[in-house]
């Protein structure tokens, strides 16, 4: 169920709307005579986008991922076509749970923008977010993150920026030096940061972290790390993989491969005797040889965006092994190829 | 003077536990009592799901153990059905069904006879290569609780208690029949496993509503400043059940609800409400506290019983149109059965915490509705500043209730006054309401999931330890003694209503009611 367009998007409108939204459902309930809404919200979601397709792949994973999260999502869709400069839509997006009666609903605000009027938004969006829950703020807008992004969307970002508990970004291409400066400006304001290339590492780098439960396999040994990628340079997966393994402070060098995916191909650690070995076997299989040269296979492929943002929406507060692995990423990036 | 400082064990630099998922060792489970109820609706639904959700390590296997005979294949069909039919809040998917049951075996053998513990040994060894689960292997009692020691003692006698890798044994409910029981049961089962290596399970312990209340509680700076008898008028635990003994009256008649509910759920649901906040939340720690309460718990002289106990039992009664059996009418129930249905205890916690807080308990099957939740009724505001019959400075009535809800529509609420509009300053209860299940819109593990988990990864948090058995089975015993040796006038409460009479006198004698849920 969606409302009309509001225009002007003022808060106090798009509040209306959701007032008005959430009426209509209670009258369905009156009607039935139970029950069968149930409101939920967690956090404040606000995703900003520069994609061509007006915010709806963005609105899409926001439904998706309510299921886990409910939140009141706000898309944020910039685009030189919007028909008014900025305007709103909100909506609800409900589903009922396994084997339940009552559905559980999420509001939603679509706020469109030209990019010279996004830097007005910031005062609209304090206006909406959700009073004492987290906001999340999820940087789809590939533009405001270059490092030569215009005076409006540096404008339009900061003011979203400055309202987020936590950000998440997704650099996988994105330059590698662009990403390291942007997190430290946001680092040094206090701000949490994820970035959902991390985010991609988790299924490598479990199985490699359990390997070094038993005391048999230190991590200390192991003087030298090889990353193989197949991006055209070391994508930030690839950077944040050695920052991750770098501990003890290895040599570590990266090398371009062809391979099914993109992004990380293969990892190998090696000690004065053993090595460790990690690699994609298939878009959808990886094969870890540890140090006793036992082999086990894993069965990943890329994952999906909105399990990545599942992921991350579980963890609103600082995340120590990030922020470890990108304090040596920083470190890596002269040596990179 | 020289010390000499033990190396700590070295922590895995690259462990993340805030997103890599618990690591769950490889392991055979043998379940005893394979082909009977608890194993069909709970046992292989959990361990489904748990496979079906990668939660459990790839080397794992199930070994089904009863006296009916069936091969493998036969066990596999049956426990589909089972599986497809009381899997909870999930669909049944069979590509991974068959997965999973390439990792089911089967068995038969009585638990009486040794020569089924050779054959035991025979298939485990088989398993330990074919599933390479390390020799680890959990052992899972799910019997009639007569066969719990000779079990253990065969399983010992047997060598099965060690191996190539750890050897554990979860015990269902009910721990012993009373005091004496549980400390010979335990006695038994030292003699072949460690008590770090027994698992005594308490389902309501597993339940993700029940940790809430620690998260709520020690998670939270604001409400342990008023967790105590400065500000708790009284508490209140309810478990009812709108169903009656649906075909286990044999087993009921034996049990009864003090010592089917009470003695163990609602006395640990009691001890995590009441206990003192842990220095470390780990096993060790967490049940310390719970069994330091429980020891804490008056137990109550057999004189007293009376004033601080009530048992009942349903009479025949229509409801909704339908005629509701008495008890003494069901299906294998003595039509004499003293059997108490329903039980209500007044516990007191002798600790600078909460002494003379009445905690008040009750349990019974057919009342109106099925619903578990703890009241924690705050005491009143000193001055009655705006309720029309408190003018003029009385005490005003409790109006602050926190209720901590554990089934159904799990959740918390708070109820506190607020000003009725228009004129004039009359209030009125308002409740402020949190819904698990709409919060996190997550499925959410049953318990058992969430306990066979714990038990292959070796924390026993969420599970019973003998001195916190035997403190349960202290405060309960002077009740089922004095109850034992009276005759009731039962039946005295009909189906679906809240109790007998004199439940709710008990509370009145301290000036309190028992709230409706
Ligand atoms: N059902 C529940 O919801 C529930 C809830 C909480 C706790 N529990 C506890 O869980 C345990 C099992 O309960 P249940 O309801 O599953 O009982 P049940 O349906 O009566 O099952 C008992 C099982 O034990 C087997 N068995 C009986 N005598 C045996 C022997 N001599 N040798 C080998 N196997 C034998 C039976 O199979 P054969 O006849 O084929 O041998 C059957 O598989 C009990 O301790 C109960 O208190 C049950």
């Given amino acids: 169920m969606s409302s009309a367009v509001i225009f002007p998007a003022q808060p106090e409108n798009i509040l209306k709307g959701l007032g008005k939204l959430w009426t209509s459902l209670g009258q ?62 909100v909506l609800a997006q409900c589903w009922k749970p396994f084997g339940k009666a009552q559905q559980i609903c999420c509001e939603q605000i679509e706020i469109t923008a030209r990019p010279q009027s996004w830097p007005n938004v910031g005062p609209t969006l304090v206006g909406l977010t959700v009073a004492d829950l987290p906001v999340i703020f999820w940087c789809r807008h590939k533009g405001a993150l270059r490092q030569a992004a215009t005076k409006e969307e540096h404008a339009g970002l900061e003011a979203i920026t400055s309202l987020a508990t936590k950000i998440v970004i997704d650099a996988h291409d994105m330059p590698a030096s662009d990403t390291v400066t942007l997190i430290e400006r946001w680092q040094a304001r206090g701000r949490v940061i994820a970035d959902l290339e991390w985010t991609r590492l988790t299924p490598w780098r479990e199985p490699l972290a359990h390997l070094f439960d038993v005391c048999e396999c230190k991590l200390s040994d192991f003087h030298s790390i090889d990353i193989e990628y197949t991006d055209e340079r070391p994508s930030m997966a690839a950077l944040y993989l050695a920052g991750w393994l770098s501990l003890y402070r290895p040599k570590v060098s990266f090398r371009r491969v062809g391979g099914y995916l993109p992004g990380v191909h293969r990892v190998t650690l090696h000690s004065d005797s053993k090595t460790i070995d990690f690699a994609r076997t298939g878009p959808d299989s990886a094969v870890l040889h540890s140090a006793s040269g036992r082999e086990c296979t894993y069965n990943f492929g890329e994952p999906a965006v909105t399990a990545l943002m599942t992921e991350e929406l579980a963890l609103m507060g600082v995340d120590p092994a990030f922020n470890a692995a990108f304090a040596r990423v920083r470190e890596l990036l002269p040596d990179t190829p | 003077m020289s010390v000499v400082v033990q190396p700590l064990p070295e922590v895995n630099p690259l462990q993340d536990p805030l997103r890599f998922s618990r690591r769950v060792p490889p392991c055979a489970i043998v379940i005893f009592g394979a082909s009977g109820d608890l194993s069909k609706r709970k046992l292989l639904p959990s361990l489904y799901r748990l496979f079906y959700e990668r939660r459990i390590s790839p080397s794992f296997a199930v070994v089904g153990s009863s006296r009916t005979p069936m091969s493998d294949d036969e066990f596999r069909h049956r426990m589909a059905d089972s599986v497809s039919k009381f899997l909870e809040d999930a669909p049944f998917d069979k590509e991974v069904w068959d997965s999973f049951a390439q990792c089911l075996f089967y068995v038969p053998g009585d638990l009486t006879n040794p020569d089924s513990y050779d054959d035991l040994r025979k298939k485990l060894d088989e398993i330990e290569k074919s599933h390479q689960t390390a020799g680890n292997v959990l052992f899972y009692l799910s019997t009639q609780p007569s066969h719990y020691a000779e079990a253990i003692l065969e399983l010992g006698a047997h060598g099965l208690n060690r191996g190539n890798g750890w050897r554990r044994v979860i015990i269902e409910k009910p721990f012993g029949h009373d005091l ?269 999931e969430t306990l066979l988990v714990d038990a292959m990864s070796g924390d026993p948090t969420l599970y019973t330890r003998q001195d916190m058995v035997e403190a349960s089975w202290q405060i309960v015993q002077p009740i089922l003694d004095v109850w034992a040796n009276t005759k009731f006038d039962f039946p005295n409460y009909a189906a679906g209503t809240w109790g007998p009479k004199a439940s709710d006198e008990m509370l009145a004698r301290q000036g309190h009611v028992w709230r409706i849920p």
């Fill in chain 1, 28 to 89: 369905e309930e009156k009607q039935q005579g139970k029950p069968t809404v149930l409101r939920a919200c967690a956090m404040t979601l606000i995703v900003a986008t520069d994609e061509p397709d007006s915010g709806f792949a963005a609105s899409q994973t926001i439904s998706e991922l309510m299921h886990a999260h409910p939140a009141r999502g706000i898309v944020l869709a910039v685009s030189p076509d919007a028909e008014k400069s900025l305007e709103a839509r």
């Fill in chain 2, 180 to 448: 004496l029981s549980a400390r010979k049961l335990n006695d038994e089962i030292h003699k072949v496993f460690l008590e770090s290596d027994v698992y005594r399970i308490d389902h309501y312990l597993g339940k993700e509503t029940v940790q809430n209340i620690l998260a709520f509680r020690f998670g939270n700076g604001i409400f342990e400043p008023l967790w105590n008898r400065r500000y708790v008028d009284n508490v209140q635990i309810t478990a009812a059940e709108s169903i009656g003994v649906e075909g286990r009256g044999g087993y009921y008649q034996e049990a009864g609800a003090l010592r089917d509910m009470i003695q163990n759920h609602l006395s640990q649901v009691m001890a995590t409400v009441a206990m003192e906040p842990p220095t470390i939340f780990d096993a060790t720690n967490v049940r310390d506290e719970r069994a330091k309460l429980l020891r804490a718990v008056r137990v109550v002289k057999s004189e007293d019983v009376p004033k601080y106990a009530v048992a009942g039992q349903y009479g025949p009664a229509k409801v909704g149109g339908e005629d509701l059996p008495g008890f003494r009418q069901e299906p294998s129930v003595n039509p004499q059965a003293q059997t108490d249905t329903y039980a209500a205890v007044t516990f007191f916690i002798d600790n600078w915490r909460w002494a003379d807080v009445p905690f008040y308990i009750r349990t019974g099957k057919r009342l109106p509705k099925r619903v578990t939740d703890i009241a924690i009724q705050f005491k009143a505001p000193p001055l009655g500043l705006f309720t029309q019959e408190t003018k003029g400075g009385l005490r005003a009535a409790r109006p602050n209730l926190l209720v901590l809800r554990i089934q159904p529509e799990e959740g918390i609420s708070l109820r506190f006054l607020s000003k009725s509009p228009g004129s004039g300053m009359r209030v009125r209860p308002v409740s402020m309401d949190f819904n698990y299940g709409s919060s996190f819109g997550e499925r959410t593990p049953t318990a058992y």
